[in-house]
């Protein structure tokens, strides 16, 4: 997991929001794509250590009309929030 996931205090498991232009989704922070079941949204650290967000065996670009280099933001849901 990436410095900057651990300083953000990201966990495996942990809930995340991801605002994508208008859209947000909830998504699963993981360490790999089968932390979470298929078609489930995920937040990782990849081999670059650049944060991606991705669909477990499904095509998120497709799925919310944004290509690589999209900006985004992502936060953490306030506490008690799931």
Known sequence: MGT????AGLVPGAKVFVTIG???ISATFAVT??????GEWLALVNAEQVIEIA???ANA?????????????LRQPPTGVK
């Open 22 to 24: 208008d859209q947000q």
């Open 55 to 57: 669909r477990n065996l």
């Open 33 to 38: 794509y089968d932390d979470v079941p298929k």
């Open 4 to 7: 900057l996931a651990k300083e």
């Open 61 to 73: 670009a497709h799925t919310i009309g944004a290509g690589a280099q999209v900006r985004l933001e």
